[in-house]
């Protein structure tokens, strides 16, 4: 079975400061990838998701996210973050193997609070 | 399309209560899952269906709690009968093949409190 580590449970950055959010998962065979948000009240939204080809993959609202396949990964990016990116980011995966479920696998999510 | 729709937004009931969540998923997405938010234990799969078929339904906490989908348009998750700890945020979501290049698109969740 797949899992998913986020490292950053919780993030506080002042506006305009650049962000990272860590994910790792475990799991050895080909996977999707995926960065969800939840603004707070609200349901999940995707950010970004990751098939194939370009490892380095560019969603909504300036997000960026790179797959780096030697090191199971799959870090979230913002370089400069606004007020209202204020929220809770779960990283998910799933497996493409025929012998895996077509479920997504979620981290525990990060919150993150951006300050004036 | 008006996406995944899940009623009621908010379920207060007491202890014993039964209790059933509703979903309706995107037309014509062939795979529906039912996940379970808390602040302890995050995002957890509960059951998915395929094609109205359950596939997977390990992450089903106890057998309180059961679902069904009679048909392509529509789901239902019933806790009976309902505890305190079930007290969550109840997510539905659809998808079209999962695996291939296609998202899973989620409702605005059931905030259920059991008293």
């Known amino acids: 079975a797949q899992s998913v580590s986020q490292h950053n449970h919780h993030v506080i950055l002042s506006e305009a400061a650049s962000l990272e959010l860590g994910c790792n998962y475990s799991?050895?065979?080909?996977?999707?990838l995926f960065w969800y948000v939840q603004y707070p009240g609200q349901h999940l939204q995707l950010l970004l998701k990751?098939?194939?080809?370009?490892?380095l993959v560019k969603g909504i609202k300036g997000f960026e996210a790179e797959f780096i396949k030697s090191k199971f990964s799959f870090n979230l990016r913002k370089p400069s973050v606004q007020w209202s990116d204020t929220a809770e980011y779960f990283c998910?995966?799933?497996?493409?193997?025929?012998?895996?479920?077509?479920?997504?696998?979620f981290g525990k999510g990060t919150s993150l609070l951006v300050t004036p | 399309d008006a996406g995944v729709i899940q009623s009621p937004r908010h379920e207060v009931t007491e202890m014993g209560q039964e209790v059933t969540l509703r979903c309706k998923p995107i037309?014509?997405?062939?795979?529906l899952f039912w996940y379970r938010q808390t602040m302890m234990r995050g995002l957890e799969l509960l059951i998915y269906?395929?094609?109205?078929?359950?596939?997977?339904d390990s992450g089903m906490p106890e057998d309180r709690f059961s679902a069904k989908m009679p048909n392509a348009s529509f789901s239902t998750l019933k806790i009976q009968p309902s505890e305190p700890r079930d007290s969550a945020v109840y997510f539905c979501?659809?998808?079209?093949?999962?695996?291939?290049?296609?998202?899973?698109?989620f409702g605005s969740g059931t905030r259920l409190t059991v008293v």
């Open positions: 979501a659809s998808s079209l093949r999962p695996r291939g290049n296609y998202g899973y698109t």
């Open positions: 799991y050895g065979g080909t996977v999707n």
């Open positions: 990751y098939f194939s080809g370009d490892p």
């Open positions: 998910a995966v799933n497996a493409r193997d025929s012998n895996s479920g077509y479920a997504l696998n």
């Open positions: 037309s014509g997405h062939d795979y």
């Open positions: 269906f395929n094609n109205n078929v359950p596939i997977d």
